[in-house]
């Protein structure tokens, strides 16, 4: 965007709301609410202490291995679907129901089931995570170019080859699009989870820092899990932009 | 049909001389209630270029698609070199009509392609691949992506691709249609060369009458729904001219004009 005439750079209108949190802070409007600048002190303070650092190494843990598994099954989950008929009517119905269910309500379930621990977070997040990855992964693969399957064939393919070297690639932008999401929703299922144990990682720390009525804090762990987050985000976008070209037409 | 003014072979019944390389017997093949294919009996001789020419919707690609193997026939039998077509096989290689590259592989990955599909290792492909890649004309562009050629330069990967596996026999699905006009003369002039120097048999779908002429021993003449053959023409004397006065050749200009006398009715 251009405003008077000076180029400017791409989020600048954070700056503006970063000032409207200060200003509101600064009224004391609500205790709710410090002003931004003191949340960014406290951020530093908080990012030092080794309670924010076991709660970040305990969330970075369940996430990671949370999106793992649901990309290592998402992935050839939704290729399958996407090439096979028979399981893609199996399953679809399935994967649709648990796209849009509330999850959270599945999570007490889950902690009956695997107990108070890592596990249950993991698979949350995997649960979170899993079902858009299925269904990008099904979309790009059934909009491949027909042309180059007949290719594949043609020249006397094995279905893994097939598999290996055209259709992975073929729909890797689509995929990437799905994992993008999948990450996005993974980093809600880890918190979620976390907070309906209340007794590990960032959940953990949100539920003292709430209780406590320590505001600064509880808005320093929020300010740093977002940015985390849209980091993550960015980068898989940028990887996705990278690789459009693989889905091209000819 | 108009008489010729000049002698080429128009009897379809009179005996072929030549060593058949391909052939379909009674061919049929259904979509459904569609019949694209109606009990379609052709042969294809060795070592030369026979073109499938017809109006769209005649199934020229539909037959190409079943020599291929890539589609099975309702009714009918194809054979390559005597042995009935189950699939696809080593023996045939396929250029299609939108270059059909992976758009994350390197030219001279694409070529080695069909190549790498067999399992023959990387070094011993990629000197495959260089010397068809040369042969085509992309010498330089090794290390290329589709996205940075243009659609001539493409087809010629592909075509290097589909030389590159050294079959007997070429299906070719309109290669040139997707080009511009000076690149497919171009390419037609290649061609022929092509047929001369290589011990191939091709086999070339188009729907250009100008084309099929130029570059056939052969021509088939599909009329459609449902499809069967109508008419085979054998250009006699073209061969033996250079590729540049074949155009002003007389019977180039006949047979053009008698092919679109059979065929304008079919187009509305």
Redo the contacts between chains.
Sequence with gaps: MKLFGIRLPGMSSLIIWGLVWEIIGRMEVSFFVPPLSAVITTLFEVIGSPAFQKALYETAYAFCAGVFFAIAIGIPTGILMGKNRLIDELLLPWVNIFLSAPLTALVPVLLVLFGFGMKSIIITATLFAIWIIILNARAGVMQI?R??L?????????PW?AFS??YF??A?PEILGGVRIGVIRAVKGVIIGQLLISIVGFGALFELYANNFLMEHFWAVVVVLFALAFSISELLAYLERR?S?????? | MAMPQTNHAMDQSSPVTQDIAVSAHNVSKNYGPVEALKDLTLEFPRGQLTSLLGPSGCGKTTLLKIIAGLLEPTAGEVQVDGKAVTGPGPDRAFVFQDFALLPWASVIRNVAFGLELRGIAKTEREDIAEKYIKDVGLSGFEKSFPHELSGGMRQRVGLARALSVDADVLLMDEPFSAVDEQTRRKFQEDLLALVANENKTFIFVTHSIEEAVYVSDQIAILLPRPSRVSDIIRPTGLREKDSHSIRRDPEYLDIVDEIWDSLRTYVE
Excluded: D, I
């Excluded at chain 1, 007949?150 to 094995?158: D, L, V, Y």
């Design positions: 170019n042309s180059l007949e290719m594949a064939q043609s020249f006397g393919a094995t080859a070297k055209v690639w073929a890797l690789v070209y693989y889905a091209a037409k000819r």
